[in-house]
């Protein structure tokens, strides 16, 4: 079956879907997306994904082209021409196309819209949360503003390049004070020796990831303690468990962090009950 795209008011294949060379999101990232996983074709923490979209927009001045509704039938028609009931649906807002200057662009430019779908492998993706994964750290080298979920992704795709060459799964991002600040495409999470789950503080230097805030609505649910606190690299490998969250993975635990074994080395109860909570609901 022939994949299809969203770009700019048209449906395309996808192998022919393109934007202007002169689109500032091609030429300086001048842009912001948000991903949405699709489970059993529903579409998990809607709103919350919808509400981030919103203020990614507004950190960067770009009007928002449409209003929530015609995303919500571009997304839909985009699942169902590409069959999709477990997978994940990425849009991406750049500010427009204009010549190439530094300084946004004078007068009204039009944001370009892409959206694309694509089917993931569900079985696949809860067998690695049955055995656990593993990361390595490397120095975090983002910008200043992670906050904001711009395609600005380079120093991401070089921590997730480092962990792929390692045989990890995942890449923590450790700052200049020793503390882990998130993955290259997640939030991190430890739980203590005394069962509090810790998680850093949504401050510039992570994303508010909206399953980590659906997780923390889990943890109440399941009367677990939490934190929003920076962890140092050192608590992390001395912790009873270690997880991951994002739109993709859920909640997936970590068994291994660089050459340091977790705990005993098997995906911890807690995490598992998290992620189930998360998908039960």
């Known amino acids: 079956m022939t994949r299809i795209a969203y770009v700019d008011g048209g449906f395309l294949a996808h192998a022919g879907a393109c934007v202007h060379i002169e689109d ?5 990232g001048d842009a912001i997306y948000e991903v949405w996983s699709v489970r059993d074709g529903k579409l998990l923490d809607e709103e919350g994904h919808f509400t981030r979209l919103d203020r990614s927009l ?7 082209p449409k209003s929530q509704a015609a995303y919500r039938l571009i997304i839909r ?3 169902r021409r590409n069959r999709i009931t477990d997978g994940l649906v990425y849009l991406q807002i750049s500010r427009g196309v204009a010549p190439r200057d530094h300084p946004f662009p004078k007068g009204f430019v039009r944001p370009t819209i892409v959206m694309t779908a694509k089917s993931i492998n569900a079985e696949k993706t809860q067998n690695k949360a049955v055995v656990g994964v593993s990361v390595i750290t490397v120095p975090d080298q983002r910008w200043g503003r992670c906050d904001i979920k711009t395609v600005n992704l380079l120093p991401n795709v070089l921590a997730k390049q480092a962990a792929t060459e390692a045989g990890a799964y995942e890449a923590w991002q450790i700052d200049q004070e020793g503390n882990v600040t998130e993955g290259s495409s997640s939030n991190a999470w430890i739980i203590t020796a005394e069962g509090v789950l810790v998680t850093r ?3 510039q ?3 508010r990831g909206i399953t980590r805030g659906k997780i923390m609505e889990c943890a109440q649910t399941l009367n677990y303690s939490f934190e ?10 001395n912790a009873r468990e270690a997880f991951m969250t994002s739109a993709s993975s859920f909640a997936t635990p970590i068994v291994k962090i660089d050459d340091h074994i977790v705990a005993n080395g098997a995906p911890g109860s ?3 009950a998290l992620r189930e909570a998360y998908l039960a609901q």
């Open 24 to 28: 500032r999101g091609f030429q300086f």
């Open 58 to 64: 507004a950190e960067l001045q770009i009007s928002n």
């Open 77 to 79: 028609e985009l699942m």
């Open 201 to 203: 503080q949504a401050d």
């Open 205 to 207: 230097a992570i994303l």
């Open 228 to 237: 929003e606190r920076p962890f140092s690299l050192e608590e992390a490998k």
């Open 270 to 272: 807690m995490a598992l």
